[in-house]
C-alpha cells in the first residue's frame, strides 16, 4: 500500500506564486510516476502535471510556462515532488491531487487534495 500525503494549498490573489508538496510512502519501491491533477467545481478531474522516474514530463496546455513539477526524490522512505505555480490565475482555482503510479502492481494512489483558490 502506498499512502499519499498533498500540502501547500491557499488563497492567494492572481499573479502570486504557490508550491504544493506531495508525499508518498510505504511500498513506494516500484513507483515510477508522480503527478498533479486538478478538479474544480462542476468540472472533471485534469492533468495539470506529470513526471517519470526517468524524468520526463507533462503539463497541461494551461499551466505550461507558469508550472513547475519537480523531479521525484526518494529520501527517508518518501517519495517527495513539488509543483511550482507561478502567475497563478483566477481560473487555476481548484483543489489539487497527488497521484502516485505503481507498476507493481498496476495501480494508481492518490492522495485527499489541497485547495487553491486564487482572487482575482
Known amino acids: 500500500q502506498v499512502q499519499v500525503v498533498e500540502s501547500g494549498g491557499g488563497l492567494v490573489q492572481a499573479g502570486a506564486s504557490l508550491r504544493l508538496s506531495c508525499a508518498a510512502s510505504?511500498?513506494?519501491?516500484?513507483?515510477?510516476?508522480m503527478g498533479w491533477y486538478r478538479q474544480a467545481p462542476g468540472k472533471q478531474r485534469e492533468l495539470v502535471a506529470l513526471i517519470t522516474s526517468g524524468g520526463r514530463q507533462n503539463y497541461a496546455d494551461s499551466v505550461k510556462g507558469r508550472f513547475t513539477i519537480s523531479a521525484i526524490s526518494r529520501e527517508n522512505a518518501k517519495n517527495t515532488m513539488y509543483l511550482q505555480m507561478n502567475s497563478l490565475k483566477p481560473e487555476d482555482t481548484a483543489v489539487y491531487y497527488c497521484?502516485?503510479?505503481?507498476?507493481?502492481?498496476?495501480?494508481?494512489?492518490w492522495g485527499q487534495g489541497t485547495q487553491v483558490t486564487v482572487s482575482s
Open positions: 497521484k502516485a503510479v505503481d507498476i507493481v502492481p498496476p495501480r494508481e494512489y
Open positions: 510505504g511500498s513506494i519501491f516500484s513507483i515510477n510516476a
